[in-house]
């Protein structure tokens, strides 16, 4: 796929030939400190089309999507919409009813995550949720879900790039881990396709291809992190993702757990001077480990599909790491 090319209607125009991820590629863009910064995430079941904006857009009924959005972002848990890869069901009324609709409640908070899930017979139901408790990691008194989930974004009609990258992913993990794996609503950082988000951990993946989104998959049943092609946990702002990468990476350690964030500080400003510097303290078996990060501005470059106008993006350097 061309990295330039004329530029789609960010209204719902004709496709361009330009793709965000193959220019992101293009210019060597550092996945390390990107991804979204969410510490509990609410998922629902909706095996339709999501259109552009998922809960305003998607055929949910009555225009519950609005209630939901609304009653997520007051407790500041971020919803997204799922669907079983190679879906059939269209979202018509009662399209998922019959079966229920599949929830998971993840608190994605280190080094407490956990996954709780439930099936509903109606969307309407989340808004009885104490979504607050959610997000302050105590349980809903729903199910216990102790495997993994490995939510892969498709979401075509909010990028190009997350449904020409993430379907063939989603697709090549259902064929060996059906039970795992969901398509997902849009993650964050559409030029960094194909994205995955591992639950109940909060790492984010990026620049997938079916062969390492398998062992990505696999490598997490059994207990491990695969670090080149992680782009943060998150739970953690992003010069923080950086630290804690570059330490995983410093110590080999790819552990889900085994590292504890002790201190962070943060001084000046990204866009001003010499960056924003933040300092880190993570403890690693007993043995602390500081680690310094600087943050900058990238000269403004096109940053999704549908995007009409450049933006700057947040780049991120280790600039110490030491044990102390």
């Keep these: 796929m061309p990295a330039t090319g004329p530029r789609g209607?960010?209204?719902?125009?004709?496709?361009?030939?330009?793709?965000?991820?193959?220019?992101?590629?293009?210019?060597?863009?550092?996945?390390?400190?990107?991804?979204?910064?969410?510490?509990?995430?609410?998922?629902?079941?909706?095996?339709?089309?999501?259109?552009?904006?998922?809960?305003?857009d998607a055929r949910l009924p009555d225009g519950v999507g609005e209630e939901l959005r609304a009653h997520a972002s007051a407790a500041g848990v971020r919803l997204l919409l799922i669907r079983r890869p190679g879906r059939t069901a269209t979202a018509g009324p009662g399209a998922a009813a019959d079966a229920g609709r599949r929830i998971f409640a993840v608190h994605a908070r280190a080094p407490y995550s956990w996954t709780e899930t439930a099936l509903?017979?109606?969307?309407?139901?989340?808004?009885?949720?104490?979504?607050?408790?959610?997000?302050?990691?105590?349980?809903?008194?729903?199910?216990?879900?102790?495997?993994?989930?490995?939510?892969?974004?498709?979401?075509?009609?909010?990028?190009?790039?997350?449904?020409?990258?993430?379907?063939?992913?989603?697709?090549?993990?259902?064929s060996v881990l059906p039970e795992h794996v969901?398509?997902?609503?849009?993650?964050?950082?559409?030029?960094?396709?194909?994205?995955?988000?591992?639950?109940?951990?909060?790492?984010?993946?990026?620049?997938?291809?079916?062969?390492?989104?398998?062992?990505?998959?696999?490598?997490?049943?059994?207990?491990?992190?695969?670090l080149d092609h992680l782009r943060g946990r998150s739970c953690y702002p992003m010069p923080v993702q950086a630290a804690e990468i570059a330490l995983r990476r410093h110590l080999g350690l790819t552990s889900p757990g085994g590292l504890r964030l002790a201190t962070r500080a943060q001084t000046g400003e990204a866009a001003k001077g010499d960056g924003l510097v933040t300092d880190t303290t993570f403890?690693?078996?007993?043995?602390?480990?500081?680690?310094?990060?600087?943050?900058t501005h990238s000269d403004p470059v096109t940053l999704t599909c549908?995007?009409?106008?450049?933006?700057?993006?947040?780049?991120?350097?280790?600039v110490g790491l030491e044990r102390v």
């Excluded at 361009?16 to 509990?40: I, K, M, N, P």
């Excluded at 190009?160 to 989603?170: L, M, T």
């Excluded at 403890?283 to 943050?295: E, L, N, P, S």
């Design 283 to 295: 403890v690693h078996d007993g043995q602390a480990y500081a680690v310094r990060v600087r943050t």
């Design 9 to 56: 209607d960010a209204r719902g125009g004709t496709l361009s030939d330009f793709r965000c991820s193959a220019s992101s590629e293009a210019r060597w863009e550092d996945l390390a400190g990107s991804a979204s910064t969410v510490s509990a995430f609410l998922m629902l079941e909706h095996p339709g089309p999501w259109g552009v904006n998922a809960l305003r």
């Design 182 to 226: 969901w398509e997902v609503s849009h993650l964050g950082g559409d030029r960094f396709a194909a994205n995955m988000l591992v639950a109940p951990d909060g790492f984010y993946y990026g620049r997938l291809d079916p062969e390492s989104a398998v062992a990505i998959a696999r490598a997490r049943i059994a207990g491990d992190v695969e």
């Design 120 to 174: 509903l017979d109606d969307p309407r139901a989340v808004l009885d949720l104490d979504l607050a408790e959610l997000r302050a990691g105590r349980s809903l008194g729903l199910e216990a879900h102790d495997e993994p989930v490995f939510a892969v974004c498709t979401h075509g009609r909010h990028d190009a790039c997350c449904a020409e990258r993430g379907r063939p992913v989603a697709a090549a993990l259902a």
């Design 306 to 318: 549908r995007a009409v106008r450049d933006q700057v993006a947040l780049q991120h350097q280790i």
